[in-house]
């Protein structure tokens, strides 16, 4: 995914050296099939239009992706756009945790049950939580782990079901390319296979 960049260092800083915004909204005239919004990071990016795809288009994929921390004020008011742009919505998938190293684990916390908040409000849907894959060769790594502990309390909080990519990248780390943090073709089919399992269950008739 090189046209996505990353934040290799741990830094204070709120805004990374590079921010990006990347928005899909998948076969607007269908409007028959299953629409769900996957907001997360460069790794929904790659993924969101395999789980269409390997749906055989029964589920689209829209997604909002973004560099953005969560602390970020405008984080919400252009994901608020986005959302007043799609034409249904029948499930949202959330993931973070890659961006945003300037956040302690107690502010972290804060801001992802503040978003939770705001996106159980904004769409009344299916809501999941999805775990933030690992990162093989960066210090990020425990950061990672720490900020899944608390996505997984605050879904268990709210109850709201959990999809673990986690696991999934961890048992594929041969699928990772050299930065660590993105993956292969292989691998951005096994994470998309895995999402697309635990949600195809909402939908069956």
Known sequence: M???TYETNITS???ETFEWDN????QTDNKTSKRILYIGDSISCATRQLITKFSESRILCDGFGTSKA???PYFKQTLELFIKQQSACDMILFNNGLHGWHLAD?????YYEDMLLYLLKAVKTIF???TTDDITNHSHNETVKARNKIAKDLAQKYSLPVIDLHTVAINNAECHI????HFNAV????LAKCILENITEYFSE
């Open 2 to 4: 090189s046209d996505f």
């Open 13 to 15: 800083n709120k805004l």
């Open 23 to 26: 928005v899909w909204w998948e």
């Open 70 to 72: 969560l602390d970020n």
């Open 106 to 110: 107690s502010e972290y916390a804060k």
């Open 128 to 130: 999941i939580v999805l």
């Open 178 to 181: 050299n930065d660590g943090v």
């Open 187 to 190: 691998g951005y089919e096994l």
